[in-house]
């Protein structure tokens, strides 16, 4: 069993920077790949970035990648999520969630294959 709970979010103007972070409980946590999705208002949850469970891969969605930067670290239980160059397409409900799957698999794409979530911070650009 795994607990997520994220934090970092807030109300930035275009241009911007935040950083948000997902504490996890659990011994096991340095065993799951890790990922971030987010979800605009009257909007399904989309992909954002994803890191194997090693941090040596990493994985982004083009509409975030070259701006978002996600790492973890295993010590702290604690997967970070660095958003640069903020847009106000960017606002929506920034989720945090862990799965046990092969990373190379593409599979961290996909919502379902995530196991545990955390209940999200907003993230609100203003243009």
């Known amino acids: 069993q795994v607990q997520l709970v994220e934090s970092g979010g807030g109300l930035v103007q275009a241009g911007g920077s935040l950083r948000l972070s997902c504490a996890a409980s659990?011994?096991?946590?340095?065993?799951?790949?890790m990922g971030w999705f987010r979800q605009a208002p009257g909007k399904e949850r989309e992909f954002a970035a994803a890191i194997s469970w090693r941090a040596d891969s990493t994985y982004y969605a083009d509409s975030v990648k070259g701006r978002f930067t996600i790492s973890r670290d295993n010590a702290k239980n604690t997967v970070y999520l660095q958003m640069s160059s903020l847009k106000p397409e960017d606002t929506a409900v920034y989720h945090c969630a862990a799965g046990r799957f092969a990373f190379d698999s593409g599979r961290y794409y996909y919502a379902t294959e995530y196991a545990y979530w955390g209940q999200g911070t907003q993230v609100t650009v203003s243009s």
């Open positions: 659990g011994r096991t946590f340095s065993s799951y790949v």
